[in-house]
């Protein structure tokens, strides 16, 4: 039997159509950081975005499925392009400004960007790199910055203000198929080249839909929403597409990520919704807690990128600002869980415990766990596995560059075509889960494995402890076995029986560790994560003091 | 460039799995009329489900493709025939109840329904028309009712509860592509035969996110929605579809539609929201007020299927039941708009008015008017043309029968696809519905359409007007002009000059009939619309006693 429904395609054109329209009066407000801030409706924005195509088309040859990168921060500007690149037929490319040269360069000839449309203050960063960027031909500039950093570059310079004027307002967006490429994110690749992420139409219009659900994030256009995650990053969690899908107005903070403007532009743009990483939170708290202001109008704050910390989710609490967990990645568009409490929770002890898991799964992310045995885990809260994730807006490959096949690395997808998130947690029946360790991080220990977070948390627990690192290290009868690595307080001496006493306190005796090692720091990353690697480097050379018990 | 997306159907089986493992404590509760409601959790309605699949197949032999049909109340094994029939690859065929016999036994023979499951307390209804269904070959019975009735029919007959007993309570549901049929539904057919229109997997779930989206219904498993809305009409607006999706619980009344019960269990089982047509409510109200009822939970209610007459809204203001109009219609899966006004209209005078229309468009369904010459009108909210809607859960065709090819009837769908409502309307810039007509009811005079409802509704505010009809009629000149028909009050006489003076004040002077008559009563139909066909058919016989001005 032949189903008798339409068959329209889940398009970027759709929401860019609709937002535009229906919902024209919404504004994108950006944030200028002297007088008023620029407000442009979303009638502005499509009519700004046809004319951004079709000076992409006619001045600068942009031709179909070709990538237009971008190197901007959140604003207006960067909403056309949004909407310019996809609806005509390209691929919006976002470079996340802050990867190190080497990687954003070896991103832009990977991707081959001939375009860039570049925020006029980030011409400081991107002018050094033009150089080794040899696909790029033209650079566009919008925005405040010195143009003089751009003399003498090979690409030819425009202004983005100049290429739009005079061109039509309307523009004959093609009707495109659903499953063609719509935007790419390079994830940022803390082993190996970075990855290419390629979002089709369908998987951004059904991933919209999600993040409008009241189940999600719940937006409507009686909602603002202060967009901090970067445009850059992930299609800033999906909301540059959710808004226009609803008519919820943007507020953008540009370049002014610091506490104090974050803080003025919530009192008088008044939001009801932002969406940030914990850091910038963190920064926001002493900026509220040193010079207070009206922040009443912020009931939900979305947080993610990585988990929250409690006393945070507490104090955010107090002032009436309501978090609410999410879990993604690039490779999940990235809405993967968000944690809303279930109902039975509201209002009890629970609730809370239920708000610091990384969240619930929604219908269209399957998800399962995979045990160290390549086993599939039950939901019962307790059973460690790796997270493997399945649905319509998760990746299933890389980016293989231009004219190369996907790749589809077995370390990041499953035979079946799932992805491996590299993330080992525990889902409860009701589907809520807990991450707690990078599989890398993993102890894979006679077909169990063991926490090292656990362990370094049960450590770090311990008065004489400042710092604690446990790291997987080569043993002949277990495969692996655990080696705590610690950094003890001032004036505090290595008791590693005792120690290994205090922690059997908190886990099984089997995973406790034998080999343990005094160290002066925990070596960390560039941003600040446990660096795990050099570690395991410094025991195989040799150059830990390793006491075996 | 290649999407990296993985490309996952989004299935019915998708929302199965997810709302009886995620939302497995999630219930359906059936009224039983007497003593404690039957309460089904998620999880046992997945395991049903299974069950039921394991006998449509292995003791009824259903095929893929083949339509599974139900005759039945809301209740939870109707909810379990809404997932077994989809998931396992058949098709679900929801028989409406209320139709006339001539057109079910018509309905069931063009889909070549083998199987009907019948709720025991509609055999009555439905063992007479069973010598005519001459597809008919098994009959399911479940729930209370004589089963004598059945005795002697050419089906076997079997027991719901016989059937899925001893049956495995897992199935390996297969992978199905999203464009396969997964329900069908007939329209009513007031003209011609019955039309079926086939739903697919991905419609019923792109449409089931719809609901959940906060700017339509905006559920959650918080929510618990009492269905009233039947399961044999339009899958009952999507709500079985949407609860199991996000884990809303569903309270189904049974054959228990009468104003009394619905209190009763509004009192005692506290639902959040609410579903079905104005008739239902205006019966409510009127026990509400006679027997006064703690329905203080029930926050939203929405009301489809016709207008909702403004005092109804006011009403149910008033006892705290906020009522949200959507519209939308058998071909539209249903939901074409909701009424939610728009944010800067909250708590203003303009704030009923838009919760009046039928409500505004989203995303997923474009909207045109068009015309009396064809041509698309402007969204001004003062152009009347007949509505045109496309999207992925809009109809594009009509069922054409086992092995026939389906139907594109050009009153019916437009030459490049886009569904013709048959309703006549206008559209505010921000995408806000208001219906006026049907589109066999306007008349269409010297190329410009004149409302007949507009007529009528001035007409029935006059003193002397009891009632009032307007009917196109052939005019020369014209084409059409209006005939007026009116229904006088006791002792009023019949001043056609003053009641087209009287009429001179609200309508343009163009639009004023030339041709009156007065007539005992409106015609009605079964449902008590008003039966234009007659007043036309009568005017052609030259029946009425027309003068004209």
Redesign the interface.
Known sequence: ????????P?TVT??L???S?????SQVITWTGEGAPQRRSYREIGERAAQLAHALRDDLGVAD?E?VATFMWNNAEHVEAYYAAPCMGA?LHTLNLRLPADQLTWIVNHAADRVIIVNGSLLGLLAPLLPQMTSVEHVVVSGPGDRSLLEGARAQVHEYEDLLAGKPTVYDWPELDE????A?CYTSGTTGDPK?????H??IY?HS??V????SM?????DTSLVVVPQFHVNAWGLPHATL???VNMLMPDRFLQPAPLAEMIETERPTHAAAVPTIWQGLLAELTAKPRDVSSLGQVTIGGSACPPSLMEAFDRLGMRVCHAWGMTETSPLGTVA?P???A?GTEEEFGYRLTQG?????V?ARLVGPGGDHLP?DGESAGELEV??????????GG?GGE?LRPEDKFSED?W?KTGDVGVIS???FLTLTDRAKDVIKSGGEWISSVELENALMSHPDVAEAAVVAVPDEKWGERPLATVVLKENATADYQALRAFLAASVAKWQLPERWAVIPAVPKTSVGKFDKKVLRRQYAAGELDVTQL
Chains 1, 2 share one sequence.
């Open positions: 039997m032949l189903s008798t429904m339409q068959d329209v889940l759709r929401i159509r609709h937002g329209t229906v919902h024209g009066t499925d990538p691929v499953r063609a490429a719509a790419m290419g992420v390629v979002y089709s369908r998987s059904l839909m999600q409008n659900m009241a189940q719940g937006l409507t256009d009686a899908m609803t008519g809303r279930p109902a039975h509201i619930r799964f929604p219908a269209s399957e939901w399945r649905g319509p807006w998760i990746a299933g490959a890389y980016y231009a996907v075509g992805l029946p009701d589907g």
